[in-house]
């Protein structure tokens, strides 16, 4: 029997130390303001932490990656090195985030390895990380079924298989990989199976997976009260205007726009360079280095725009959206909810706007069936005129041609830039600092005098070259 819990059961608003954990997973989420439990958390870790299946349904931004990391970190043997939790993702961003967040829970833990594996990325340095076997490995299919067929990767002592974004995995059609990568798993494990949404699918992997799994479902995505969401009709060659208005109307410091196919993303992009704006694009076909830049530089505040498919920008943690404008109605009410649902976190008001084409009413008519809303089409002319508005992002982002490899550290960067005064550190955004490059967000203001600093002084006693993105 599997128990479902309901979303409006009451959510025990109590702390992690409630849990019979170890004490330096408590002092890491206490670290990390982790205070009170998520819905997701407070439901999933009494019964992860006895060792059952699980199978949990939460909306993206519900905390289910701490759920899992806690769990798995607290089985761990760190004494023992073979690797005893694997995580599966369906994105190399996403294995990122993972593996940061199971970082962040590990840190008072002494020597626990772990390590991503993820395609788009050179074998060597995961050849010679893999010389000791990780702990930890959390990665996308393609490259751990690689690692497992080449005998690099070894998994048969594995205790917790966590596979993440299971939906997602499936209609990127991970499916087969995912049943490869199996047959190297011991058959005895805690196996937890994490999804945004609940097809059919979902049911079946699970049934091929799991054991009698605890299951999980907590408030499928419904509208958030704290979000306006308003559609409005077009015509096919007024898409580009009617954004142009929205983006008058609202004048957004992050807007979050959604197409349905990665062409559309690129077309977009590029007319809303032609009109001055400084968009991105996030979709499947891009070289990882390019994701990577574009997120940094939409996260940091230097990019306005994000423009991104489904898959390119599910799950990724970007908080503090003010818009998000979809191109095109999706054909799946559920896709189309969990769009909406990146702007409005956190208490936050947020807002959505939607262009319908005549031929999409059926779109949004599936939509209003599928949560019970009521929303028509309305006509855009009541949008200010785009005409001199300017949107600047607040922020800049350098690049310095050094990173971890140069054992450079976000602290050293500050230094080199605040050292001489003549730039203060509240000017100073987000330093990513990458293998062999660092970002560095900068004020629009300050930005010529930093990348004057960063090319004629010094950092960490080494020059490096420093030049301004795009
Ligand atoms: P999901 O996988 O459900 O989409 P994440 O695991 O990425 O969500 O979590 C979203 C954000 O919530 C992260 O930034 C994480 O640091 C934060 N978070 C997780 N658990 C807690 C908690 N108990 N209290 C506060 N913040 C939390
Ligand atoms: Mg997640």
Redesign the pocket.
Known sequence: MSHTTESNSVDNASGFESLPLRSEILAAAEA???S???PV?SQSLPTLIEGRDLIAQ?K???????AFAISLLNRLDESQYHTQALIVCPTRELAE?VAE?IRRLARGIPNVKTLTLCGGRPMGPQLASLKRAPHIVVGTPGRLLKHLEKQTLKINRVETLVLDEADRMLGMGFIEDIDDIDDYLPTTRQTLLFSATYPDEIAQLSASFQTDPVDIRIESETLNAQIKETFYKVDRVDRLQVILRLLALHKPESTLIFCNQKHQCEQLKDDLWDEKLHASALHGDMEQYERDRTLIQFSNKSSSILVATDVAAR?L?INELDLVINFELSADPEVHIHRVGRTGRAGRTGTAASLVMGSEENRLAAINNYRGTAHASVSADTLPAWGQFKLYPPMVTLSIGGGKRDKLRPGDILGALTASKEIEGIAIGKITVLDKITYVAITQECAKKALSLLNDGKIKGKRYQARRLR
């Open positions: 990390l303001g982790y009170t439990m998520t958390q939460a993206t931004g519900s905390g289910k990656t701490a985030q967040e799950g943690d």
